[in-house]
């Protein structure tokens, strides 16, 4: 699921790292699809803030989420 980082400024991806999966910008070792993953299965996203210890804005990991489910929703698998 590509992520948008014009968009999105706080996910970005490196190939090579974390085996190039997009990562939180200011978390850079904890995957976008952590955070989409934990937030869908009940989780908040401040026990996912706190959980991981993420620098990353709670507005910003929200809007990553938000926008990851507005994508499942149009084409699910």
Do not use: Q, W
């Not at 937030?39 to 804005?57: D, H």
Request: aromatic share 6%; glycine share 6%; proline share 9%.
């Amino acid at each position: 699921m590509p992520i948008d980082r014009t968009r999105y400024p706080a996910v970005r991806t490196k190939p090579g790292y974390i085996s190039g999966a997009a990562a939180l910008m200011n978390d850079p070792r904890v995957p976008a699809e952590t955070v989409i993953v934990n937030i869908g299965e009940g989780m908040t996203a401040e026990e996912v803030v706190e959980l991981f210890g993420l620098k990353t804005p709670l507005t910003d990991v929200l809007a990553v989420y938000t926008h990851a489910k507005a994508k499942r929703l149009a084409h699910p698998v």
